[in-house]
């Protein structure tokens, strides 16, 4: 399998945003503080990441599970995920950003699906990074989605079944390989998160806590992605780093 960097300008980087809780608990802070310590975080990271040769950062910010917590903290991030769309809104059309949500919606509070709608209609021209938020998501239920929707009469095709999986989750400009995939805040899974499209992605793991990520440490992923050999199955490829700034693109 082609490395997608070879087959596209930029790469594709996931983050799984973890460690927002613990933060916030070995400093005495409800965990909801944690959550709100991670908005500044996105922000950082968003900044750093076209500078990086970034075009497309999948942030996983609630999953399907994450309903089964306190009833208190799941409001303390829905209300904070509408109040940062909504802030955030001026950011993104000024820095070219485009934001799309992935996932499910149904189960989402109607105030957030609306502002949802919104930020995504306002941010659609954006060309500089598109940034995608997974709410309420889950890889093996997009999966399983997928394989309804699949014809009966066709043979099992990789590339027709990663279309169907982007398809079911709202997102059909999407891409459908990750190329570099982190995760913080010190665990080593991936937590049902892109499990599809990460199946040729480099992984990347750090002790940092979400809260404490920054543009430094995307950077320091990103240089170690670009100083690994892909192999995909064959032989070795090299993934030479992409310039940046713009330049050589």
């Not at 903290?73 to 950011?91: F, H, I």
């Amino acid at each position: 399998m082609q490395s997608t960097w070879q087959s596209r300008e930029g790469i594709h980087v996931a983050i799984i945003m973890d460690g927002n809780g613990r933060w916030a608990t070995r400093r005495g802070l409800p965990r909801p503080a944690g959550h709100r310590a991670g908005a500044d975080a996105v922000r950082r990271v968003l900044e750093a990441a076209p500078e990086l040769g970034i075009t497309t950062l999948t942030l996983f910010a609630f999953s399907c599970d994450n309903w089964q917590r306190p009833r208190e903290e799941v409001n303390a991030l829905m209300w904070l995920l509408r109040a940062y769309l909504r802030s955030e809104t001026r950011r993104f059309v000024e820095s070219g950003a485009r934001l799309t949500v992935i996932g499910r919606r149904d189960r989402l509070p109607a105030r957030l699906r609306a502002e949802i709608h919104r930020v995504e209609r306002a941010t659609a021209t954006g060309t500089k990074l598109h940034v995608r938020i997974a709410l309420d998501y889950s890889a093996r239920e997009s999966i399983a989605r997928a394989a309804a929707r699949y014809p009966a009469n066709m043979p099992p095709l990789a590339e027709q079944f990663g279309k169907l999986i982007v398809q079911t989750l709202a997102d059909p400009s999407g891409p459908t390989e990750v190329d570099l995939l982190i995760r913080t805040g010190g665990e080593k899974r991936l937590s049902d998160f892109l499990l599809w499209e990460s199946a040729y992605a480099e992984l990347v793991f750090t002790d940092t806590m979400w809260p404490d990520f920054d543009g430094h440490e995307l950077s320091a992923a990103v240089d170690e992605f670009h100083h690994r050999e892909r192999r995909f199955g064959g032989l070795g490829v090299e993934t030479a780093p992409i310039q940046k700034h713009g330049a050589g693109r």
